[in-house]
């Protein structure tokens, strides 16, 4: 009985959990003493089987042992997963990079961009194929795409409030092809851009328009 008590407290380290389960012992052992003591009064050397009551609490609490242990174990589980994710959202935040799944292959994706840009009338400057460079030097490497694309139209205003952006425009979208075959679209948030150059809120639309374009060529 002790040990199942202190198996218990274990499983539910708090103090009410603990006084509720030690007054249960408490009080069934304080009614089994008397017992005990007449039986080795009249010489009896052997005792009662274990009452039905003592196995009923005996079995209640092993199963309430084993379900607390499960609980504990799936909250543990579920925090740390929960973890794992908060790593990963401050980690692409940090770096500005946004990255955005696609429901097509690389070429796909990258035909589709392109046929948003050209409606749109916005200049794509270079399709850089890595992977297709990669493979004339005698290297192996996943599909990627780099699209440069942009309007000096929006683009020179940004230019002119914040010189130094102009080492991050064109605007880029790189779509690649991940381990497990995934195709991603990444590109930089408009909102880091803003606040890595200073840019004035009133222009940030004028590179917000990325993130349209990525999210329409992923979902169609």
């Known amino acids: 009985m002790l040990l199942l008590y202190s198996l218990m407290v274990y499983l539910c380290g708090s103090a009410l959990c603990s006084s509720q389960f030690g007054v249960m012992v408490n009080v069934y052992s304080g009614w089994l003493h008397p017992r005990l003591v ?28 084993l379900a607390m242990a499960i609980y504990l174990i799936s909250i543990r589980s579920s925090a740390s997963s929960g973890s794992s994710e908060e790593i ?4 692409t935040t940090n770096n ?3 990255d955005l799944p696609s429901n097509h292959s ?45 309007s000096p ?10 010189p130094s952006i102009a080492i991050d425009l064109p605007l880029k979208i790189l779509v690649w092809e991940d381990g497990q075959r995934k195709v991603w679209i990444s590109y930089n948030s408009s ?13 940030l639309q004028n590179i917000s328009g990325v993130e349209t374009l990525a999210a329409k060529a992923a979902a169609e």
């Open 38 to 65: 007449r039986e080795l009064d009249r010489g009896e050397t052997s005792h009662s089987s274990p009452s039905t009551i003592a196995v009923g609490i005996a079995f209640f609490l092993a199963l309430f042992g």
């Open 88 to 91: 990963s959202m401050t980690s």
């Open 96 to 98: 500005g990079i946004v």
């Open 106 to 150: 690389v070429e796909q994706t990258v035909e589709k961009l392109k046929s948003i840009l050209q409606a749109k009338g916005i200049t794509l400057f270079a399709l850089i194929d890595h992977s297709g460079e990669a493979e004339k030097v005698g290297l192996k490497m996943r599909p990627t795409r780099l699209l440069i694309f942009g």
């Open 153 to 162: 139209k929006g683009g020179t205003p940004v230019m002119l409030a914040a």
């Open 191 to 203: 909102i880091y851009l803003k606040e890595r150059h200073g840019l004035p809120q009133d222009l």
